[in-house]
């Protein structure tokens, strides 16, 4: 079974940098896509960054230029570094994950639990 678990979340000031990571676990072969999503109290959930396994990346553009998505393919680890945090930025952070499903040609995607930013002075 495919776990996806988030860490690195917590409380920041204005202005101050954290860094998520999240671990893929389970009978995997291979990783397509990855990336980062948030949902604010109230909101819905919206897309922060992608990267593909080549390395291509997509930002939202309220995070352009302080955000930046990474991933490690051999470790199945995607990471999402924040600079330059705003109150706006506060929301649960998941990931996301894009798995095939071989010898099938379907892919399934899976969720983590989320982990917690809170940006405030």
């Known amino acids: 079974q495919v776990q996806l678990a988030e860490s690195g979340g917590g409380l920041v000031q204005p202005g101050g940098s954290l860094r998520l990571s999240c671990a893929v676990s389970?009978?995997?072969?291979?990783?397509?896509?990855m990336g980062w999503y948030r949902q604010a109290p109230g909101k819905q959930r919206e897309l922060v960054a992608t990267?593909?396994?080549?390395?291509?990346?997509n930002y939202a553009d309220s995070v352009k230029g302080r955000f930046t998505i990474s991933r490690d393919n051999a470790e199945g680890t995607v990471y999402l570094q924040m600079n330059s945090l705003k109150p706006e930025d506060t929301a649960v952070y998941y990931c996301?994950?894009?798995?095939?499903?071989?010898?099938?040609?379907?892919?399934?995607?899976?969720w983590g639990k989320g982990t917690l930013v809170t940006v405030s002075s």
């Open positions: 996301h994950a894009v798995i095939p499903v071989p010898p099938t040609s379907y892919e399934m995607d899976h």
């Open positions: 389970g009978s995997i072969f291979s990783i397509k896509d």
């Open positions: 990267i593909t396994s080549a390395g291509s990346t």
